[in-house]
């Protein structure tokens, strides 16, 4: 292992960046190992290493000091700062310094408090040579903003940094034990950990993939919170994984480093402290169990002028975690071997140890609760679950992931998991199959992820494997092989994960006599519905010198087929009313059925709309344009019926754009009003009706009885950042709330020009952007990239 990561090493040491000035003598990698920092982090009275410490806050009582080796001849002395922003110089007594080489425990190592006021720590390793740690404070002082944005942008990068080395440190454990499975381990590890996965090396022959993996690893680490997929990572899409910190125009293999840009922009910022004795360098902090791992880029000098490390600590402030979604809407059966519950753009769950004690907090609709554990496995892709077997049969209501970021407890996201016994798998719409040809056949009431597999015994004991997939959450449609089977009974097998007998299913086959029953089409449609019995036969359809080709075939509820007929005719010169239309068979046979021509499908027609935002007490008010509103705001809106009366019986379907959620809105639920026989009104709040999913354009279309109209466009739903404070100054303007990642970028002008973008999963909660041309800062939001939101810019 240890001589494969050496090997890792060199690879990616050969590459370079030629910088300018002081740039220029910087290496682009951190490969370089350099001190051990030990660090434990006390609140209250839970003590926790520094590797499960994503931030630290005021009053925490900090622990640290070197681990040198016992031969160490170069004498360090160990600092620690606290910063408390650019332009604001911290205090002498926010430095706190250590004598690593003092026998005495107490001058060899730290134990320090985190002041009221601070916002950023870092720590110093410097040369002893007895003026050094007074130096060090009066450049700390004197350029305060350096050493901020050092404790930043050090700190990402070291994160970046864990996620790369859990990349390599996978590949190598993969590729010493068990080579055959190093795609599928490769491919999962670049999708939990945000690792751009070169597609070439995985069709080398197997001795030369893994190192083909790991190479040029300054370039392979992704921007999280962009909602970078899988396939982009295996297409190499670029577009995604452009660091702020690494907008280079320099070619190479690491054109989209974080440590690229990184080194060139420290050499030139630490070189203004550059002097006969010493200079400035940066290093990485990786943190596991409470040992911070430095590394350098470049070996430091113990010769004049001698090298100073700088090294981040964890930021201060809030320690909330990454937004974790959920990967997939699909549900997940419990009882399934290998279950991987897997996150969206998290890959810091799997990198650290920021995560801890995590578990499946599950629901169960026999009321009881259950807590399964659940661990981060970067090389199976997702979070596993430990001790499925306790819940048994019993379905499941809810199921989210719960445990600790840090020292803070957390919930959420909530999983799609399923559970359940067979046997409720119920035929619908009843247990009637049609013999001597392929039949659809609908089961529900069960659990749909937790079916294994379905075959089809017949009254002779021979049995067929049945193609099958899951319709929804508790319904599957299945194709029965009836093509050569003989009316009688049937038994259809469903067998699910963790059950030994499969549910035995008793199905009536019968024969059906063809039949054409009827066809109907819309005037202006350019698909029309033949309803009738053994419709697979049918090839086409003509009525008015129209021709239609036969097109999806579907079971109908009620029993019989229905049959789509598509044409790419103009349909509005048909006559309307009932006339005959010629079908013809597969076989060249012909025969007839009536064709009826009704009038066009009614639509509806925005007349207005106006939005209502719930209050909220102590927020910036953001002003939306119109067709724009918040998932908690009140939409009221009137509409028009086209081409038909309304009646009180009549409903307005509301959806989203994709159909993932709908409602419908009635007279007699009281969401509708009838103004007259051609105006409703209607309201709708779109969280409360549509749930999580609200997010994006909604569309409506009138539905009365078994007609439906036309979808139409009713009003986009956008979530809006939560502002706490908008200040303003000559120089600029901050912005302060929750949710400033829902925010693309910012213009001080109507016209966005100048406009300053939001880093993309940015999740700070203070936002720096240009100063407004008048009175208001225009705001653009990923949920809706063509409008621009305003906000009053106040004065600071």
């Known amino acids: 292992m240890r001589a494969f990561l050496y090997r890792l090493l060199a690879v990616a040491a050969a590459c370079s960046l030629a910088l300018p000035d002081a740039a220029a003598a910087q290496s682009t990698t951190f490969d370089l190992a350099g001190p051990v920092l030990t660090m434990r982090v006390t609140r209250g009275t839970t003590t926790l290493p520094v590797g499960e410490v994503p931030s630290i806050r005021a009053g925490d009582r900090l622990e640290v000091k070197a681990d040198l080796p016992a031969d160490q001849s170069a004498h360090f002395v160990l600092v620690v700062a606290f910063l408390r922003g650019a332009t604001n110089p911290p205090p002498k007594d926010w430095f706190f310094k250590a004598e690593t080489w003092d026998k005495n425990p107490k001058k060899a190592s730290l134990s320090i408090t985190v002041p009221d006021g601070a916002e950023q720590a870092i720590a110093f390793m410097a040369p002893e040579t007895g003026g050094g740690y007074n130096a060090l404070v009066k450049a700390v002082r004197g350029r305060p903003g350096v050493f901020v944005r050092a404790?930043?942008?050090?700190?990402?990068?070291?994160?970046?940094?864990?996620?790369?080395?859990?990349?390599?440190?996978?590949?190598?454990?993969?590729?010493?034990?068990?080579?055959?499975?190093?795609?599928?381990?490769?491919?999962?590890?670049?999708?939990?950990?945000?690792?751009?996965?070169?597609?070439?090396?995985?069709?080398?022959?197997?001795?030369?993939?893994?190192?083909?993996?790991?190479?040029?690893?300054?370039?392979?680490?992704?921007?999280?919170?962009?909602?970078?997929?899988?396939?982009?990572?295996?297409?190499?899409?670029?577009?995604?994984?452009?660091?702020?910190?690494?907008?280079?125009?320099?070619?190479?293999?690491?054109?989209?480093?974080?440590?690229?840009?990184?080194?060139?922009?420290?050499?030139?910022?630490?070189?203004?402290?550059?002097?006969?004795?010493?200079?400035?360098?940066?290093?990485?902090?990786?943190?596991?169990?409470?040992?911070?791992?430095?590394?350098?880029?470049?070996?430091?000098?113990?010769?004049?002028?001698?090298?100073?490390?700088?090294?981040?600590?964890?930021?201060?402030?809030?320690?909330?975690?990454?937004?974790?979604?959920?990967?997939?809407?699909?549900?997940?059966?419990?009882?399934?071997?290998?279950?991987?519950?897997?996150?969206?753009?998290?890959?810091?769950?799997?990198?650290?140890?920021?995560?801890?004690?995590?578990?499946?907090?599950?629901?169960?609709?026999?009321?009881?609760?259950?807590?399964?554990?659940?661990?981060?496995?970067?090389?199976?892709?997702?979070?596993?679950?430990?001790?499925?077997?306790?819940?048994?049969?019993?379905?499941?209501?809810?199921?989210?992931?719960?445990?600790?970021?840090?020292?803070?407890?957390?919930?959420?996201?909530?999983?799609?998991?399923?559970?359940?016994?067979?046997?409720?798998?119920?035929?619908q719409p009843d247990d009637a199959v049609v013999v001597g040809r392929d039949a659809p056949l609908t089961l529900q009431g069960g659990a749909a992820s937790c079916v294994a597999q379905i075959s089809l015994r017949d009254r002779d004991g021979g049995t067929r494997p049945v193609t099958w997939k899951p319709s929804a959450a508790d319904e599957i449609t299945a194709t029965l092989p009836l093509a050569r089977t003989r009316p009688g009974a049937l038994t259809l097998l469903v067998a699910q994960y963790g059950d030994a007998a499969p549910a035995q299913l008793t199905l009536k086959g019968q024969t059906e006599a063809s039949r054409l029953e009827g066809f109907t089409l819309y005037t202006g449609d350019r698909a029309g519905r033949l309803v009738g019995a053994r419709l697979d036969q049918v090839a086409m359809l003509e009525v008015g010198g129209v021709r239609f080709a036969a097109g999806a075939l579907t079971r109908?509820?009620?029993?019989?087929?229905?049959?789509?007929?598509?044409?790419?005719?103009?349909?509005?010169?048909?006559?309307?009313?009932?006339?005959?239309?010629?079908?013809?068979?597969?076989?060249?046979?012909?025969?007839?059925?009536?064709?009826?021509?009704?009038?066009?499908?009614?639509?509806?027609?925005?007349?207005?709309?106006?939005?209502?935002?719930?209050?909220?007490?102590?927020?910036?008010?953001?002003?939306?344009?119109?067709?724009?509103?918040?998932?908690?705001?009140?939409?009221?809106?009137?509409?028009?019926?086209?081409?038909?009366?309304?009646?009180?019986?009549?409903?307005?379907?509301?959806?989203?754009?994709?159909?993932?959620?709908?409602?419908?809105?009635?007279?007699?639920?009281?969401?509708?009003?009838?103004?007259?026989?051609?105006?409703?009104?209607?309201?709708?709040?779109?969280?409360?009706?549509?749930?999580?999913?609200?997010?994006?354009p909604l569309k409506m279309r009138l539905v009365q009885g078994d007609v439906v109209g036309e979808w139409q466009p009713l009003a986009r739903v956008v979530r809006l950042p939560s502002l706490t404070k908008v200040a303003c100054d000559d120089k600029g303007c901050t912005l302060e709330g929750e949710g400033l990642y829902l925010i693309a970028s910012v213009s001080g002008s109507a016209d966005g020009a100048n406009a300053q973008a939001v880093p993309v999963g940015f999740v700070g909660t203070s936002l720096t952007v240009p100063k407004p041309v008048g009175e208001l800062l225009y705001l653009k939001l990923h949920d809706a990239p063509d409008d621009m939101v305003t906000v009053a810019a106040g004065k600071k």
């Open 556 to 696: 109908d509820p009620g029993g019989g087929d229905r049959l789509t007929l598509i044409t790419d005719a103009n349909t509005e010169t048909l006559a309307q009313g009932q006339s005959e239309a010629k079908v013809t068979l597969k076989d060249g046979r012909t025969t007839s059925v009536r064709a009826t021509i009704t009038p066009p499908r009614p639509r509806l027609e925005l007349v207005g709309s106006n939005v209502a935002a719930p209050a909220a007490p102590g927020r910036v008010p953001l002003t939306l344009p119109a067709g724009l509103l918040a998932p908690d705001a009140t939409l009221t809106f009137s509409v028009r019926a086209v081409g038909t009366r309304l009646t009180n019986d009549d409903a307005i379907e509301i959806a989203t754009a994709d159909d993932s959620a709908s409602a419908k809105l009635t007279v007699a639920s009281g969401k509708l009003q009838s103004l007259g026989d051609d105006i409703a009104v209607g309201s709708i709040v779109p969280r409360q009706v549509l749930g999580a999913a609200a997010v994006g």
């Open 151 to 427: 404790a930043q942008d050090l700190f990402q990068a070291s994160l970046d940094r864990a996620r790369l080395e859990t990349f390599v440190n996978g590949v190598a454990h993969v590729e010493e034990g068990a080579p055959d499975r190093l795609v599928p381990v490769s491919t999962a590890l670049a999708g939990t950990l945000g690792i751009k996965l070169n597609a070439d090396c995985l069709s080398r022959a197997r001795a030369l993939q893994a190192s083909c993996l790991t190479q040029n690893r300054e370039g392979m680490v992704l921007q999280t919170g962009g909602g970078t997929t899988l396939a982009e990572v295996l297409g190499g899409t670029t577009t995604q994984f452009a660091y702020s910190l690494a907008a280079t125009k320099e070619g190479g293999a690491g054109l989209y480093s974080p440590y690229i840009s990184l080194a060139r922009d420290f050499a030139r910022l630490f070189g203004v402290f550059r002097s006969a004795s010493y200079q400035y360098a940066p290093a990485l902090a990786v943190g596991s169990g409470d040992r911070l791992r430095l590394q350098l880029n470049n070996p430091p000098s113990f010769q004049n002028p001698q090298t100073v490390l700088v090294a981040p600590l964890p930021p201060i402030g809030s320690a909330a975690p990454p937004p974790l979604r959920a990967a997939g809407k699909d549900g997940q059966c419990l009882a399934q071997p290998g279950l991987v519950l897997r996150l969206e753009d998290a890959p810091l769950i799997f990198a650290t140890d920021y995560a801890r004690d995590l578990r499946l907090r599950l629901g169960l609709q026999d009321g009881r609760t259950l807590e399964l554990p659940v661990t981060a496995d970067a090389e199976r892709g997702g979070l596993v679950v430990a001790g499925a077997q306790q819940v048994g049969q019993s379905p499941v209501g809810e199921a989210v992931l719960v445990g600790r970021w840090g020292f803070d407890t957390f919930t959420g996201p909530r999983f799609a998991v399923q559970n359940g016994a067979p046997s409720v798998w119920k035929p």
